[in-house]
């Protein structure tokens, strides 16, 4: 069982919008705004592309997105594309036993 | 542009000792930032493992402490772990990362290596 809960898949259609929750506890994402998101593609190496819950690196497509609520931090992908494609999932510091704590992950399918 | 690649067996006999490399090219381990090892077994979440730093200082996530060692080598531009004792529960992919100045988020990740421990 993962430390942050997200959903297992979601899907849309091309052009559309899907949003991906990512749920903690007050030890990391209630408290902290070091939440981040990272695409993961099969054979490649993860990619940042949300931190500090909503700032985007250079060179990321503004159709992601960040939010936070409370203990549930969200990622939305706005004009869903093909390319889009992948696993999801986010990352939060936290002052519990680890610094680090991740999602279990979700499957981002374009139907 | 900062790279990392992770290597080592691909198959590791249960009681043995799993021992994979994250090399790192596009700038120097000896900078101030702290460098991870994560994993991902099958059908699971990321777990963090543990981490480094360019002066040899280490954290261990405390399930996995007592049989993990992680250590860094300027001279070779590179980062290493060892996990003692294994068993069918840590078959997983095992990923390098680098956590960005500010200590917030993970900003360059190797692909990631496959590691099953089967006999």
């Known amino acids: 069982q993962s430390a942050l809960t997200q959903p297992a898949s979601a899907s849309g259609s091309p052009g559309q919008s899907i949003t991906i929750s990512c749920t903690g506890t007050s030890d990391d994402i209630g408290t902290f705004d070091f939440v981040s998101w990272y695409q993961n593609k099969p054979d490649k190496a993860p990619k940042l592309i949300i931190y500090d819950v909503y700032q985007r690196p250079s060179g990321v497509s503004n159709r992601f997105s960040g939010s936070k609520s409370g203990k549930t931090a969200s990622l939305t992908i706005s004009g869903l594309q093909a390319e889009d494609e992948a696993d999801y999932f986010c990352g939060s510091y936290t002052s519990s036993s680890t610094p680090w704590v991740f999602g279990g992950g979700t499957k981002v399918t374009v139907l | 542009q900062v790279q990392l690649q992770e290597s080592g067996p691909g198959v590791v006999k249960p009681s043995g000792t799993l021992s994979l490399t994250c090399a790192v090219s596009?700038?120097?381990?000896?900078?101030?930032?702290?460098w991870s090892w994560v994993r991902q077994s099958p059908g699971k979440g990321l777990e963090w493992i543990g981490e480094?730093?360019?002066?040899?200082?280490?954290t261990y996530n405390p399930s996995l402490k007592s049989r993990v060692t992680i250590s860094v080598d300027s001279s070779k531009n590179q980062l290493s772990l060892t996990v003692n004792s294994v068993t069918a529960t840590d078959t997983a992919v095992y990923f390098c990362?680098?956590?960005?100045?500010?200590?917030?988020?993970?900003?360059?990740w190797g692909q990631g290596t496959l590691v099953t421990v089967s006999s």
């Open positions: 596009g700038g120097p381990v000896s900078t101030h930032n702290w």
């Open positions: 480094v730093s360019h002066t040899g200082d280490v």
């Open positions: 990362a680098r956590a960005n100045d500010g200590y917030s988020h993970f900003d360059y």
